[in-house]
């Protein structure tokens, strides 16, 4: 394997607009709340953030931040759990084994960034939702935790469509997270850090560019990078769990 998959997430074209949110939770099965405002039972991969200045108008500003799994080279996560739910691939993705958690929760206490979840309850799927689940990707179970995985499952699909078409090189073959394809504005760029030539590579190289273990005292490096000319967006982002 010799592509490391990243993504650059530019908040300065981010809208808030959610469709990100809506395109993750279909593509993972992952159900909507029926009390959104009970913030601990939510269970997101991607969740949208607002964070404002505080400043009075006319100075006042608005952002959006896409929060997710920042997918960490020797991710203190994976390094915590016992059951090995939680593994870092050589692709950057570090991925999770529903069936093997046992809800431990030490993951969600090692992760420096806040971006695992446990899941508190039995999933509800209702109407057109419960039958469109997605078969290649398991359902949330009650008392195990959640977390993205940069839709690996359909690089997966990418691969196996490509082994039928007679292609056998696995870096060749590329794909596209679903929380990118469904994005209107270009937020997200996915792509491989590996690859010095690619348009995610000179993004994390770009003056805009940063991520939060640098605000934040750990040795994990995420392959995930926010974007933004904004110093108070970074200022404050510095500090968030």
């Known amino acids: 394997m010799k592509k490391r998959w990243g993504m650059a997430?530019?908040?300065?074209?981010?809208?808030?607009?959610g469709q990100c949110v809506i395109?993750?939770?279909?593509?993972?099965?992952?159900?909507?709340?029926?009390?959104e405002s009970?913030?601990?039972?939510?269970?997101?991969?991607?969740?949208?953030?607002?964070?404002?200045?505080?400043?009075?108008?006319?100075?006042?500003?608005?952002?959006?931040?896409?929060?997710?799994?920042?997918?960490c080279n020797a991710a203190p996560c994976a390094a915590v759990c016992p059951v090995r739910a939680i593994d870092t691939g050589d692709d950057g993705i570090v991925g999770y084994v529903q069936e093997r958690c046992t809800g431990c929760r030490y993951c969600m206490a090692a992760c420096p960034h806040g971006a695992i979840v446990f899941n508190r309850k039995k999933p509800e799927h209702e109407g057109t939702f419960k039958d469109s689940l997605n078969p290649e990707t398991p359902i949330p179970s009650k008392g195990t935790i959640a977390k993205c995985s940069?839709?690996?499952?359909?690089?997966?699909?990418?691969?196996?469509?490509?082994?039928?078409?007679?292609?056998?090189?696995?870096?060749?073959?590329?794909?596209?997270?679903?929380?990118?394809?469904?994005?209107?504005?270009?937020?997200?760029?996915?792509?491989?850090?590996?690859?010095h030539d690619s348009e995610l590579s000179r993004l994390v190289k770009d003056k805009r560019a940063f991520n939060l273990a640098r605000g934040i005292k750990s040795k994990a490096e995420p392959n995930v990078w926010y974007l933004s000319e904004n110093e108070w967006i970074k200022d404050i982002m510095k500090f968030q769990r």
Not at 10 to 17: R, S, V
Request: charged share 25%; glycine share 4%; proline share 6%.
């Open 9 to 17: 997430i530019d908040l300065d074209k981010c809208t808030g607009c």
């Open 23 to 35: 395109s993750c939770a279909q593509e993972n099965n992952l159900p909507v709340s029926r009390d």
């Open 38 to 71: 009970d913030m601990a039972r939510r269970v997101n991969f991607l969740e949208l953030v607002r964070i404002t200045n505080k400043a009075p108008y006319p100075n006042a500003r608005t952002a959006f931040i896409p929060k997710m799994c920042r997918h």
């Open 150 to 195: 940069l839709c690996r499952h359909i690089w997966r699909r990418e691969r196996q469509q490509a082994a039928a078409a007679g292609i056998t090189d696995i870096n060749s073959v590329t794909y596209t997270p679903a929380c990118a394809s469904a994005c209107p504005t270009g937020v997200f760029v996915f792509g491989d850090l590996n690859d």
